[in-house]
């Protein structure tokens, strides 16, 4: 039970990331590969307190997801000056500069060989230390990120969202600020990162930066496509379908080295089979 219930925690964990991931990219338009990067500041800084201050767990999710909402902001203003391939390229350079940092920076993040032994969550005086203990927090989690997102979706602000993706010079010109709108939605997209970033930290009590590297965004657009972009829905099953894998090519007796690179050319081989036949997802829009 204790596997099942770790994979269901992780799982709702990137649930919180494909809300981020949609929200950028699937409902404003803003094609960012580097959303993995905000993921591991959020997890950094949280462990990070955890084991050097006193700062109790829910403080310091807080104040990573704080963090995570200046650091997205200042990530996603160059898509007000740059669009199409240039931002592609620009949060490219982004997210290596990221992973460059997480892998040199030793004395706050590890280096190369990351944080052990982060402390598990405290709440209420209990120690969150066994998956299935875990899985309510995530659980709380998940359900709180997607109620947001659906709230917002409902609301005006979502509708505005959606019009800036499809013309972003039509919204300008009924005297909507494209501006605040694009802040906002990377602001929210931050917090969503942060607080994943920090119960992934806690959850697996080590991180390192390969899971925030350039892989890991191209996971987050893959959960995004395979599940669906613009919809709630899309963004909870693209994490639970594209975990599963992993699972599954456990149950066969491969390399761990040859089973890394079977992952990553499965979730390449879906992007591309998805763009070509279904580009709205399994539960997306149609497009």
């Not at 997210?95 to 460059?100: D, E, H, P």
């Not at 944080?115 to 969150?128: R, T």
């Not at 501006?179 to 994943?196: H, P």
């Not at 594209?242 to 390449?268: F, M």
């Amino acid at each position: 039970m204790d596997f099942f219930y770790s994979y269901i925690a992780l799982a709702e964990i990137y649930v919180l990331l494909g809300l981020s991931t949609n929200l950028l990219v699937g409902i404003v338009g803003i094609f960012s590969v580097s959303q993995a990067a905000i993921f591991g500041v959020g997890a950094y800084v949280v462990a990070y307190l955890l084991m050097n201050t006193a700062v109790p767990f829910l403080p310091a999710l807080l104040a990573a997801a704080a963090l995570c909402v200046a650091l997205n902001i200042l990530v996603t203003l160059p898509s007000l000056r740059v669009s199409g391939d240039y931002f592609v390229v620009t949060s490219f350079g982004i997210q290596l500069l990221a992973t460059a940092i997480f892998t040199n920076w030793t004395a706050g993040t590890g280096g190369a060989a990351g944080l052990p032994g982060v402390p598990a969550p405290l709440i209420f005086g209990q120690e969150l230390i066994e998956p299935g203990a875990f899985l309510g927090l995530a659980t709380a989690g998940m359900a709180l990120g997607c109620l947001g997102f659906w709230l917002i979706m409902r609301a005006p602000f979502g509708r505005l969202l959606r019009a800036i993706r499809e013309d972003e010079l039509a919204v300008a010109a009924l005297g909507k600020s494209v501006l605040r709108a694009k802040v906002s939605a990377a602001a929210l997209a931050g917090a969503f990162a942060g607080t994943a970033g920090g119960l992934y930290a806690t959850f697996l009590s080590f991180i390192d930066p390969s899971s925030f590297d350039l892989d890991a965004s191209i996971l987050l657009l893959a959960m995004v496509v395979v599940g669906g972009a613009r919809t709630l829905a899309g963004s909870i099953i693209g994490p639970f379908v594209l975990l599963a894998l992993p699972q599954a090519l456990a149950l066969i007796d491969l390399p761990t080295s040859v089973a890394a690179a079977a992952r990553q050319l499965i979730y390449g081989v879906l992007l591309i089979v998805f763009m070509l036949f279904r580009p709205q997802g399994l539960l997306g829009e149609k497009l």
